[in-house]
């Protein structure tokens, strides 16, 4: 089956009912997304599907076959990380890094979504997202920083 993952095709011969996770992982070496729970509970595996975020760890292969895969190895264009990434290192939002990747693409998919998202809006999208070291307060503030980056980048391009 032909996968489209961050931007490029790539054929594998897996069982279409195996968790996406691992294929992933064990597969094709993307190893940001993680193994958390295994239930689609804490979403240490998210990735995005079509711009949505999706628990990879639930999501069977078969089902994803020519979609737009992102994983967090492929959110950076080149050298230049995106806004989301660089707000969680600038506001310090992680500690052992293991909720990191899931957290960044489930907050990129909402700000994709809804460029303005409020302060509830942020929390109910990273609901399903557990950050075990409990940076919580720096994960939001790092989402709206680069809220406020992207609105402005956005803003700066409509003028060009």
Same mark, same amino acid.
Request: charged residues 20%.
């Given at each position: 089956? !032909?996968?489209?993952?961050?931007?490029?095709?790539?054929? #594998?011969?897996? !069982? *279409?009912?195996? *968790?996406?996770?691992? #294929?992933?992982?064990?597969?094709? !070496? /993307?190893?940001?997304?993680?193994? %958390?729970?295994?239930?689609?509970?804490?979403?240490?595996?998210?990735?995005?599907? =079509? %711009?949505?975020?999706?628990?990879?760890?639930?999501?069977? #292969?078969?089902?994803?076959? %020519?979609?737009? +895969?992102?994983? +967090?190895?492929?959110?950076?264009?080149?050298?230049?990380?995106? *806004?989301?990434?660089?707000?969680?290192?600038?506001? =310090?939002?992680?500690?052992?890094? /293991?909720?990191? *990747?899931?957290?960044?693409?489930?907050?990129?998919?909402?700000?994709?979504?809804?460029?303005?998202?409020?302060?509830?809006? +942020?929390?109910?999208?990273?609901?399903?997202? #557990?950050?075990?070291?409990?940076?919580?307060?720096? +994960?939001?503030?790092?989402?709206?920083?680069?809220?406020?980056?992207?609105?402005?980048?956005?803003?700066?391009?409509?003028?060009?």
């Amino acid at each position: 089956m !032909d996968l489209l993952i961050n931007g490029a095709r790539t054929r #594998v011969s897996v !069982d *279409p009912s195996r *968790p996406l996770l691992f #294929v992933l992982r064990n597969e094709l !070496d /993307y190893t940001g997304a993680k193994y %958390g729970c295994g239930e689609g509970q804490c979403g240490a595996c998210t990735v995005l599907i =079509d %711009g949505v975020a999706h628990k990879s760890c639930i999501t069977t #292969v078969g089902s994803v076959a %020519g979609k737009e +895969i992102t994983t +967090i190895e492929g959110l950076a264009d080149g050298d230049k990380l995106h *806004p989301v990434q660089e707000a969680f290192i600038e506001c =310090d939002a992680m500690q052992c890094g /293991y909720c990191t *990747p899931g957290m960044i693409l489930a907050s990129v998919a909402l700000l994709r979504k809804n460029s303005a998202a409020s302060e509830a809006q +942020i929390k109910e999208a990273l609901e399903g997202n #557990v950050c075990r070291c409990g940076t919580y307060n720096r +994960i939001l503030t790092a989402v709206q920083k680069a809220r406020q980056t992207m609105l402005s980048e956005a803003k700066e391009n409509r003028r060009a």
